[in-house]
């Protein structure tokens, strides 16, 4: 007889018990190398919650597939964000058993419809059926999968421009969102201040989404990797925050060793030891 299993609880699972429990947000970072060693090593660190991602990082389906395996069983929350807002790829996403989507450049509650309704079967959505096929499932082995799928499943969409800011409390009405998540660097840029996240009319922008959330009962997250910005949003209700990637912290890290072992003057490479 084959081993009937059960999904894992989602992101929306765990906004609800931080928020009905400890009270705590939860923190994050980003996976961004493509590598699934490096994944499980973030998935071991004691953050809450790791964002794998697929819209600015060497990630395909099957190195994503990989990650999730290599993290699977760890006491970590995983979310996976595609590289775009498609029907079709979103499928793929979710036959591959990711359970907790984050949809880039959600600028309208139409676009905020479009992502629900790919993360839904017939006649709720438009989500391709193939379970039989697919590791969402376990191919077959969670009982009654089609019909309660969409409980396995949570859907936070992007709040990174302009005009999402002013649409906010429309797609945050959206039935099936489960939460927003801010992203600065892109919102600086669509307002005129490319590269500057902390801007003042940017963070009034963030904060005016977060009170936005707060106001409709759904959490609300945010990118910052500056430690002194990310307590602020967390003091003005941000419940989930990502505060680092593998990538980053790997160049930081192999700079300063650079900058405490190599002399300017050299020029040279160490030699290894």
Partial sequence: MPLRVEPDPTFRDALRNQTGASG????GMWVCSGSPLVAEICAGSGLDWLLIDAEHSPNGLESILAQLQAVNGYPVQVMVRP???DTVLLKQYLDLGAQNLLIPMVNSAAEAEAA???TRYP???VRGVGSALARASRWNRVPEYLAGASGTVSVTVQIESAAAVEAVAEILAVDGVDAIFLGPSDLAAS???LGQQEHPDVRAAVERCLAAAAAAGKPAGVNAFNPATAHQYLAAG???ILVGADVALLARGSEALAAGF???ASGATPTSY
């Avoid at 705590?24 to 923190?27: D, G, K, N, T, Y």
């Fill in 238 to 240: 941000a419940a989930f």
């Fill in 116 to 118: 629900v309704a790919a």
């Fill in 262 to 264: 190599v002399t300017p």
């Fill in 24 to 27: 705590r947000p939860l923190a």
């Fill in 83 to 85: 590289p775009v807002n």
């Fill in 123 to 125: 006649p709720r959505g």
């Fill in 191 to 193: 307002m005129g201040v």
